[in-house]
């Protein structure tokens, strides 16, 4: 009887394997709905490829109206308000609408920025070709609001452009706080933009409205001098920023009296900072410390944060991302990252990755370019604005520069192995100068190395007869000539981030240098390659840059940060192939 029992269950678990096959069926997909595919099998969707950018696989349901138009009234603080010319500070915002059925509430998805009706560019009325089309096309017929507000300043908003300062900052947050409180809402809020339009995301989220929900900034600076300032080194264009964004408001109006209270020391700001740190010019006033978004995110935000960014941004460098990451995951939010081998772009736009240089993305075309985004932010939104499905889960989807897909739960990983070198042993060391650089070479590599991580280089320097100097260390893969990554940093911010130190002429320092954001792969043979030089890039030379400095005859240690990912690691995905429908 037992032995009965033991066949008859027996043939029930085969049976229930035969009539479950497709469960174990690796490339079937038939059992999800299209926005429950897991990431590791989307490649396996039957896509639409056709379009500009990446479209939902199923189309919403809802006919929209608009734009209609609204202004928005913002309690500004005394020292605030306009000089010059004062007006009441307004924030304009164009509404479009799904036509759903009455009573039905609505989420809004917003972006905010200067550059609608700037230096020729379409109002906010029109949909932008960053956000606000793509929007209108694909989220809005799933019962989404979409808005586009200008800041203060710009297009028909009223007021002084106060350039992401606190003026700025309260109009967002105010123009937020007005769309969930409309009848027709929700009551749920999500940001989204690029650049400027991402910065902004930050800024609603200082002192957020409780209606701000989520928000997705892309290549989104987390302040000011952050942009423009990498460990002291300064951008060439960060001497002119302030006053050209302040030509914004410049017209044939009474728009060229209105001025901000920061008007006055903004332009003035990054050249002390450049040319006087040692003496405290980089703290005069509160022009930095005001424009220095996360800190108060991390003080102040309890929605979600969805962060995407390009490995080779050289507009706002993706330092920017990490350890950003981590600090709002370690605060207890929900964060998701995807980091791709694009510059200051979108992940979905073939047509813009595909022109990328050899060094800086040309390699890990085409599979650089996610199809599958809109799905990511689907869910996304569906969840934190809605209210609809699962939570996504907390991590990062980033591409090395090689072309393949990794997904980590934190980024840098936390198997993270450090990898010692001593580059004193690679060649020559001597003088860095306007006049004079240094190539030095490791040995080659007896096995294949994958760095994910941001790499440090601690150099022993001493400062020749001035008192300062710069570095700019660019890391290749010095068989193949291929560029890596790189570090940057100014003498007199040898510790690290923005405080800055004196300098003694003939003295000697460490140099803690960390390099930008780096996911690469150098194969087994190949040699590692450090160039030093004065400035690279679009950074200023040095003020110091015709003395110089030396690296000494001391170790200089280079750590790596190394992962090991075997070709079969579950961490490892396959993206959508758009490209084989081309």
């Known amino acids: 009887m037992e032995k009965a029992q033991a066949l008859l269950i027996s043939f029930i678990f085969l049976a229930s394997g035969c009539l479950n096959s497709s469960e174990l069926d690796d490339n079937d997909i038939s059992g999800y709905e299209w926005w429950e595919v897991p990431l590791e099998k989307r490649y396996l969707m039957d896509l639409d490829f056709s379009s500009w950018r990446s479209t939902l696989p199923e189309k919403g349901v809802y006919n929209w109206t608009g734009p209609s138009e609204y202004f928005v009234e913002v309690d500004l603080p005394i020292e605030e308000r306009d000089i010059g010319y004062p007006e009441d500070p307004l924030m304009h915002v164009a509404l479009w609408m799904p036509d759903v059925p009455p009573g039905t509430l609505v989420p809004v998805i917003a972006t905010i920025h200067p550059y609608y009706e700037f230096a020729g560019s379409n109002p906010n009325t029109i949909p932008d070709l960053g956000i606000g089309q793509w929007v209108l096309e694909e989220f809005v017929p799933h019962g989404y609001a979409l808005a586009q507000i200008s800041t203060f300043g710009s297009g028909k908003s009223t007021h002084c452009q106060d350039v992401k300062g606190l003026g700025e900052q309260i109009g967002i947050q105010a123009a937020v706080d007005w769309l969930g409180k409309q009848p027709w809402s929700n009551g749920n809020v999500g940001l989204m933009g690029k650049s400027y339009a991402g910065t902004t995301n930050w800024e609603a989220a200082q002192n957020p409205s409780p209606h701000l929900k989520t928000i997705v900034p892309i290549s989104g600076s987390i302040g000011v001098r952050e942009m423009f300032y990498r460990n002291g080194s300064s951008e060439s264009r960060a001497m002119l920023y302030d006053a050209l964004y302040e030509g914004a408001t410049a017209g044939a109006s009474t728009d060229d009296m209105r001025m901000c209270s920061d008007d006055a020391i903004g332009p003035a700001s990054p050249w002390t900072t450049y040319a006087l740190a040692e003496y405290g010019g980089d703290q005069w006033n509160d022009y930095w410390e005001e424009r220095y978004h996360l800190q108060d995110v991390l003080d102040n935000y309890n929605g979600s944060v969805y962060i995407v960014w390009g490995l080779q941004d050289w507009n706002v460098d993706p330092y920017h991302a990490f350890p950003t990451y981590q600090m709002l995951r370690n605060k207890g939010l929900n964060v998701k990252g995807i980091m791709g081998q694009w510059g ?39 969840y934190y604005l809605k209210g ?140 590692i390659q450090l160039e030093i030089s004065d400035a690279g890039e679009d950074y200023l030379p040095s003020t110091c840059a015709s003395a110089g400095v030396t690296l000494i005859e001391a170790e200089q240690p280079l750590s790596l940060p190394l992962i090991d990912r075997s070709a079969n690691d579950e961490r490892w995905f396959e993206v959508p192939p758009w490209w084989e429908t081309q």
């Open 388 to 527: 609809i499905g699962p939570e996504p889960q907390s991590q990062v989807q980033i591409q090395r520069n090689d072309g393949e897909w990794h997904v980590e739960e934190t980024w840098p990983s936390v198997d993270v192995k450090w990898d010692l070198h001593d580059v004193s042993t690679w060649g020559n060391l001597g003088t860095v100068s306007s006049s004079s650089s240094i190539t030095l070479s490791s040995q080659p590599l007896e096995s294949e190395v994958h760095i994910s991580g941001l790499p440090t280089f601690h150099a022993q320097v001493r400062a020749n007869s001035c008192n300062g100097g710069q570095l700019f260390v660019t890391m290749s893969d010095g068989t193949s000539g291929l560029r890596l990554g790189h570090a940057t940093m100014d003498l007199r911010y040898r510790d690290g981030g923005y405080e800055a130190k004196s300098v003694t002429p003939f003295s000697s320092y460490t140099m803690k240098m960390e390099f930008n954001p780096m996911d690469v792969v150098i194969p087994e043979g190949h040699t």
């Open 344 to 382: 200051h772009n979108y992940p979905d736009q073939p047509n813009v990755h595909e022109n990328m240089s050899s060094g800086y993305g040309a390699e890990a075309f085409p599979k650089v370019t996610r199809m599958d985004w809109s799905i990511e932010l689907y869910n996304w939104f569906n």
